[in-house]
């Protein structure tokens, strides 16, 4: 995929998932996206698209939204930290799930993964072996 297309999918999936929170939560969000990509050798696009893997793709409306028209600003900022995430070291630690950490309990998936950042709104996780599923 084309680095344009793969920036813009990058973008859609921060902003869905933490376009409220701050420019390191958000360049964290953006490096479990590229994590799973580069653990899969898939395409951004075909990892935030995959079924049940980011929340937010569940609802067909937001899958059709255009927030670079709806919210260009915010939409602006998540396009800068996910640039900026391409361009950083993983603070992740080679994450590749995340979950809010107002979530209780804790999602199931959970216990068989090591947590590699709480930070923000968020709880970084990579599973135990390094096998993303």
Not at 11 to 31: C, F, K, M, P, W
Not at 85 to 110: C, N, V
């Amino acid at each position: 995929m084309l680095i344009e297309g793969a920036l813009l999918w990058l973008t859609i999936n921060v902003y869905h998932e933490a376009r409220g929170e701050d420019a390191l939560s958000q360049r964290a969000v953006a490096h479990v996206t590229l994590n799973r990509a580069k653990q899969h050798g898939y395409d951004v696009k075909k990892v935030v698209r995959e079924p049940y893997q980011f929340s937010w793709t569940l609802d067909k409306k937001k899958l059709r939204s255009k927030p670079w028209k709806t919210d260009p600003d915010v939409f602006l900022r998540c396009s800068l930290n996910s640039v900026k995430a391409l361009r950083s070291k993983d603070i992740t630690k080679g994450a590749t799930h995340f979950h809010e950490r107002s979530m209780r309990p804790y999602p199931d998936w959970t216990k068989d993964m090591k947590v590699t950042l709480k930070y923000g709104a968020f709880v970084f996780y990579k599973d135990l072996e390094g096998v993303y599923r």
